[in-house]
């Protein structure tokens, strides 16, 4: 008997050419691939086209004012290299930290925000009093480590409550119609806890209060749903109560486990450590069909008010592999911005960044061109360009290091910025 | 998710917002790269063709489309850049051809829209056909007979042995054949 031959349906109209969904074994990691790459190419498309508005300024600006730029010397520094790692970088868990670098399009393109008229009211003000950070009142790096591998297995279990790792298919379950923020309805089982630990939502959140600040902040909770049927509709959630029991909603997501984060480790460090907090990040090679990932694994942790460690948050990214790069080289984390636990909450990160960045645009040089990092910073060095002394002078500031990509013929470049935004320095 | 959800989303975080559109509408971008370069390029072209169509789309799609069908935007960009890129690919082989040589084939307008037009639906017909086998007989003959995978590459995605693949794979062949003859579509017809 003859083959059938379906090269009939090659061309074929919309409607059909839908349901031809050419599937293979290693579809996750082709996915991977191809966002990197789309992500990759979609930053070449801003650069590019920023690069042409730059031109265009360029040369609107030469033609209506000589000087634009007050008090620093306007030059040109090429930036040739497409940055690869930042572009290629993805998020595989979305993480809990407003760090202040997720910029839209459209706020990239705004400009930046004025500095509030009471800034120069502040100048005179002059705080002396920044904190003191003896060396040895910080935590040391092997009990550091100590508390990242201590609480590893409770964030494994934590961040996987909802994966076949922690329940089971047995467990009796009961389906609802979730609605997701795009309006769509996903049947959805959701599986009683069997847990001796905990047997209703409050009581698992007070256990896991042992181990993280504010842990109710990553377990979406529906309330109690008794007064539904199975089939109801409910809002996007992933635990809920029913008939006085807990249920946790199944998921094809798998938990992170310490095997998989105790191999091919290329950098395990501490970071922005203070007595009573730090951020630990370890890195890992992954080699998936050919192509190596670095995956960076960052933890905040934070001293309670009783003096037990905490996890603050916590977020997984990752970011192609260097061939022959140490990854232990830089002071500043893989991928991570800066640390949210050193933020003052009146600081407006969407500001400072944009400023920032308008601040480059002053020397023709793109933020993109650059891998971000940030913290507080209490004092100012002896020596350090001055840009303006119209800024908010409370000893509260943030460090922007700009460091260039591998490969790029470019220097680090470190700015002083206040809380509103106003880049006021810049190391020589 | 809507232009206007997505543009919600890319306001707040532009990652998550890309990943959303692309985890939505990959199988879709795939499908339609695919199904045009398949015959001419590698599955390499075929990833660089999807990642250059994402990357227009997130590129391109702006306030002017918030109210609009996404996926009709998504759908013609994919279709225009893999048509590009096969266009692309052709150059690059040399397949090109020039109206001025001789052998060019004369063009019966008339007679290719009939024949078209069969063609269409014959493979409405088919699809039918094979929509009718139901799940999992559906995906096995697409997947073996369209795209020409193994058993156990098919068996991997559906988790079958690659045994009950060949097997349901044989039985769906004659069940299909059957209702295409049932419909008066006979062998060498297709």
Same mark, same amino acid.
């Given at each position: 008997m003859k083959d059938i031959d379906l090269r009939i349906l090659e061309n074929a109209e919309d409607d059909i050419v839908e349901e031809l969904v050419p599937f293979s074994p290693d579809e996750d990691q082709v996915m991977k691939r191809v966002l990197a790459m789309s992500e990759k190419k979609y930053k070449d498309l801003i650069r590019h086209q920023d690069k042409e508005k730059e031109q265009d300024n360029r040369k609107e600006t030469i033609k209506s004012s000589e000087t634009v730029v007050e008090g620093v010397e306007v030059y040109h520094r090429p930036a040739w290299y497409k940055p690869l790692c930042a572009a290629a970088a993805f998020i595989l868990i979305a993480g809990g930290l407003g760090t202040g670098f997720a910029f839209s399009r459209k706020a990239r393109l705004s400009g930046v925000s004025q500095p509030n008229p009471t800034t120069t009211a502040e100048t005179t003000e002059l705080t002396t009093e920044a904190p003191a950070k003896p060396e040895d009142i910080l935590p040391k790096e092997e009990e550091m480590k100590g508390i990242f591998e201590e609480l590893f297995p409770f964030f494994s279990e934590f961040s996987g409550l909802c994966t076949e790792d922690y329940f089971s298919r047995d467990w009796e379950s009961i389906n609802f119609d979730l609605r997701s923020y795009d309006g769509e309805l996903y049947e959805t089982p959701f599986y009683k806890v069997e847990d001796e630990r905990f047997s209703t939502y409050d009581e698992m959140v007070e256990y896991y209060s042992r181990y993280f600040f504010e842990p109710a902040e990553r377990l979406p909770y529906a309330g109690d749903v008794s007064d539904h049927q199975a089939g109801d509709v409910l809002d996007d959630c992933y635990f809920l109560e029913y008939n006085g029991a807990l249920y946790v909603r199944g998921t094809m997501k798998r938990a992170e486990t310490q095997e998989e984060w105790n191999h091919d480790i290329l950098s395990d460090r501490a970071f922005f450590v203070n007595p009573d907090s730090f951020m630990w990040e370890r890195v890992v090679k992954n080699e998936e069909n050919d192509v190596a990932f670095a995956d960076a694994l960052t933890m905040e942790f934070k001293k309670s008010d009783d003096g037990v460690w905490k996890i603050l948050s916590y977020n997984i990214m990752g970011t192609q592999y260097e061939e022959?790069?140490?990854?232990?080289?830089?002071?500043? !984390?893989?991928?991570?911005?800066? !640390?949210?636990?050193?933020?003052?909450?009146?600081?407006d990160f969407d500001s400072v960044m944009a400023s920032v960045q308008t601040y480059l645009e002053g020397y023709n040089e793109n933020f993109y061109d650059y891998n971000a990092h940030w913290d507080m910073m209490t004092e100012l060095p002896d020596s350090y360009y001055h840009v303006t002394d119209d800024f908010r002078n409370n000893n509260r500031w943030i460090r922007v290091v700009l460091e260039p990509y591998p490969g790029d013929d470019t220097d680090t470049r470190v700015l002083y910025v206040d809380?509103?935004?106003?880049?006021?320095g810049e190391e020589y | 998710m809507t232009g206007g959800e997505y543009l919600a989303l890319l306001e707040r975080s532009p990652k998550l917002a890309h990943e959303k559109l692309f985890g939505e509408y990959y199988n879709y971008v795939r499908t339609i790269a695919f199904n045009r370069l398949r015959s001419t390029g590698t599955s390499e072209d075929v990833e660089e063709c999807i990642s250059d169509i994402f990357a227009q789309i997130f590129f391109t799609f702006g306030e002017k489309y918030s109210n609009g069908d996404m996926k009709g935007f998504v759908g013609t960009v994919a279709k225009r850049m893999s048509i590009d890129y096969y266009r692309k690919l052709i150059r690059k082989a040399g397949k090109t051809f020039s109206m001025d040589e001789d052998g060019v084939p004369e063009i019966s307008a008339e007679l290719d829209l009939v024949k078209e037009s069969e063609n269409s639906e014959l493979r409405h017909i088919l699809m039918d056909s094979i929509r009718e086998l139901g799940e999992p007989d559906s995906t096995i003959l697409i997947q073996k007979y369209y795209y020409n995978k193994r058993s156990h590459q098919i068996g991997t995605l559906l988790s079958m042995n690659p045994s009950t693949v060949r097997m349901r794979c044989k039985r769906a062949a004659e069940k299909l054949r059957r209702v295409l003859e049932n419909r008066g579509i006979k062998e060498g017809m297709i």
């Open positions: 022959g790069k140490d990854y232990t080289a830089s002071e500043y !984390p893989l991928l991570e911005g800066g !640390p949210s636990f050193r933020a003052d909450d009146d600081i809380g509103y935004g106003v880049v006021f | -």
